[in-house]
């Protein structure tokens, strides 16, 4: 098999993969790999075809890096996922089911909405409470 048509193979396969994943994994490869097959058709020796494509392939994944990928993460709003959960923060509730903090139990009825809930200490079923804080899905509360 000749240099060009591994080249060409590879570029096609890491440019599967980067079209299958699109979070810009494999595109710095393809990108090295088409490189180092135009080479290989130019007749540039086995040595400085993989020089090349490995040199291309790092300054690639460096751009993608540095200036693309968070431009298309900002753009795309993947630096954060807002669920207005927080909103629930500093708001009352009441306990339905007793809190215990040595079983992880306990939920609390907070605008209309059940959650699991964690506190310091036991905190019987009726009690009125307000939510200080969020960790995970649970909201962390204590007794009015």
């Known amino acids: 098999m000749e240099m060009w048509m591994l080249w060409l ?3 096609v396969v890491f440019a599967a993969v980067e079209a299958a ?9 393809a990108i090295g790999s088409a490189v ?7 007749g540039a020796s086995v040595q400085t075809q993989l020089i090349v494509m490995v040199v291309v ?3 690639c994944f460096i751009v993608c890096m ?3 990928k968070p ?3 900002a753009k795309h709003g993947l ?11 500093g708001k009352d509730g009441i306990v339905i089911k007793t809190i215990d903090p040595v079983e992880g139990k306990g ?36 007794e009015v």
């Open 21 to 29: 994943t699109l979070g810009l994994t494999t595109v710095w490869c």
């Open 36 to 42: 180092a097959c135009v080479l290989a058709l130019c």
């Open 9 to 11: 193979i590879l570029t």
């Open 107 to 142: 939920q609390v009825k907070v605008m209309g909405q059940v959650w699991s809930a964690k506190a310091d200490h036991i905190i019987e079923e009726g009690q009125k409470v307000t939510v200080r804080s969020l960790e995970g899905v649970k909201i962390v509360v204590e």
């Open 57 to 59: 392939s790092v300054v």
């Open 79 to 89: 630096n954060s996922e807002p669920t207005n959960a927080d909103r629930v923060i």
């Open 71 to 73: 431009k298309l993460d």
């Open 66 to 68: 540095i200036w693309i």
